[in-house]
């Protein structure tokens, strides 16, 4: 308990010194919202009918964006070969690690999600529908992303690579997040994808430190 | 092989290839309590990857590593070994007093009084709190060592411990070695050989791409 204390406080307090990085994704997610109007036209009809899809699919690329510094810093200055032979186990030290991750890269985004529904004219009442959705699936991309990014750790330039690996692992979190908040504005009922997302959030928990940490030592190979 | 039993480490016809291309081997060494022994080769001549294969973090093709006198396993390399690596392994963003805190809280030892003297020990009293990332790249090494201490492990391997350290940093190195061995601890140092080795027991093993000779 101790230790991963320990490791959670190191993470934070590496965040904490690199606090500047945790806007990007924020700011990131809320330039692709200001594109869409540019494209799409203002009419607040038109917007409003896609502005869900939207706040989606900006949500998924920026935590695709950052993905790649999930391990990566910690492999350049050899803090990882340290992790791997220090006396905890790998799973928990890659636990923590995605948790501060989604806790600096994806609550961010979350908490300007009110904003950017406004922006794009996003009924009213959909919102709740549209802010649970999207923390079950960030908390989903983040677990999936960790396992992709171990995989992909093995090669030094793997940002195009790591996009194409993880997005299409992404795609049922999408369909179910972005048709729960859909199914809602056409007053059907949206609780089924949401506690399908409830239950790969749960299987994902249990295995993805597992599989990210045999991924990890794969990669290292 | 005569004190094998008692041996902290020890590699029985250890081999290593990557993509079918022989690194080294087949190697038998073995590491006593009590004495260090110099892996010497030139660049190249596969160095870091023995210490890696040693430290499990590579699989060897064949042949197999003891501790102890029993089979590898990562459990038990973790409990007696510590390694340095050639990267120094903690966070530029991180102080010093930090990074020596959260190596030492990883193995489950927490007090801070000993980790400021063992700053003040390694040279870098007054620097206890500047970001290891402001420190130059010998004070770096020499943050890594102090760490490789603060775990408090029975057998060092040490990937070019002398790298970036200065004629007095090499002598801090080799004392620090001097003391680790006379408690009783065993020490696997790599080093291309242009530095002086420490006045310990000390063996020697060179290595050469494809063939070696202890």
């Given at each position: 308990m101790r230790k991963s204390r320990a490791l959670l406080q190191r993470d934070l307090s590496l965040m904490w010194q690199k606090r500047s990085d945790a806007i990007q994704p924020m700011l990131f997610a809320l330039m692709v919202c200001v594109m869409f109007p540019l494209a799409l036209g203002s009419e607040p009809v038109r917007l409003a009918q896609s502005a869900g899809a939207v706040i989606w699919v900006a949500h998924l690329l920026a935590s695709l964006l950052v993905l790649d510094n999930l391990y990566r810093s910690d492999l350049e200055d050899g803090s990882l070969e340290q992790l791997l032979l220090a006396p905890v186990p790998l799973p928990m030290v890659i636990a923590s690690k995605v948790a501060v991750h989604w806790l600096t890269t994806a609550l961010p985004v979350l908490l300007i999600t009110p904003l950017l529904a406004q922006l794009l004219f996003l009924p009213e009442g959909l919102l709740p529908v549209l802010m649970?959705?999207?923390?079950?699936?960030?908390?989903?991309?983040?677990?999936?992303?960790?396992?992709?990014?171990?995989?992909?750790?093995?090669?030094?330039?793997?940002?195009?690579?790591?996009?194409?690996?993880?997005?299409?692992?992404?795609?049922?979190?999408?369909?179910?997040?972005?048709?729960?908040?859909?199914?809602?504005?056409?007053?059907?009922?949206?609780?089924?994808?949401?506690?399908?997302?409830?239950?790969?959030?749960?299987?994902?928990?249990?295995?993805?430190?597992?599989?990210?940490?045999?991924?990890?030592?794969?990669?290292?190979? | 092989m005569s004190h094998a039993e008692n041996s902290l480490i020890q590699a029985a016809a250890l081999c290593f290839s990557r993509n079918e291309e022989r690194i080294f081997g087949p190697l038998d060494f073995h590491v006593h309590a009590g004495e260090a022994l110099l892996v010497r080769g030139d660049n190249g001549a596969g160095k870091t990857t023995l210490l890696r294969v040693l430290a499990g973090l590579l699989v060897p093709e064949s042949g197999e590593v003891l501790l102890n006198g029993d089979a590898f396993s990562h459990e038990a390399f973790v409990?007696?070994?510590?390694?340095?690596?050639?990267?120094?392994?903690?966070?530029?963003?991180?102080?010093?007093?930090?990074?020596?805190?959260?190596?030492?809280?990883?193995?489950?030892?927490?007090?801070?009084?000993?980790?400021?003297?063992?700053?003040?020990?390694?040279?870098?009293?007054?620097y206890e709190d500047t970001a290891a990332g402001k420190l130059s790249a010998g004070q770096n090494k020499r943050l890594s060592l102090a760490r490789l201490k603060a775990q408090g492990s029975r057998l060092w391997l040490m990937d070019e411990p002398y790298a970036n350290l200065d004629l007095a940093g090499i002598a801090w190195v080799n004392a620090l070695i001097q003391a680790h061995v006379a408690d009783g601890g065993g020490a696997l140092i790599s080093s291309h050989g242009a530095y002086a080795a420490p006045e310990v027991p000390v063996r020697t093993l060179e290595i050469f791409r494809s063939a070696a000779y202890a």
């Open positions: 649970l959705s999207l923390t079950l699936g960030s908390l989903l991309m983040s677990l999936i992303g960790a396992m992709v990014a171990a995989l992909t750790l093995g090669i030094r330039r793997s940002g195009m690579i790591l996009a194409l690996m993880a997005l299409p692992m992404y795609v049922p979190v999408l369909v179910f997040g972005a048709g729960s908040v859909y199914s809602a504005s056409q007053g059907l009922p949206w609780l089924g994808a949401i506690w399908l997302m409830c239950a790969g959030l749960a299987l994902l928990l249990v295995l993805a430190p597992w599989a990210a940490a045999t991924a990890l030592r794969i990669a290292l190979n | 409990v007696l070994a510590a390694y340095l690596g050639h990267k120094h392994g903690h966070k530029a963003e991180l102080t010093v007093l930090q990074n020596l805190r959260f190596s030492a809280q990883l193995r489950g030892l927490a007090e801070d009084a000993g980790l400021e003297q063992l700053i003040a020990e390694c040279g870098l009293a007054g």
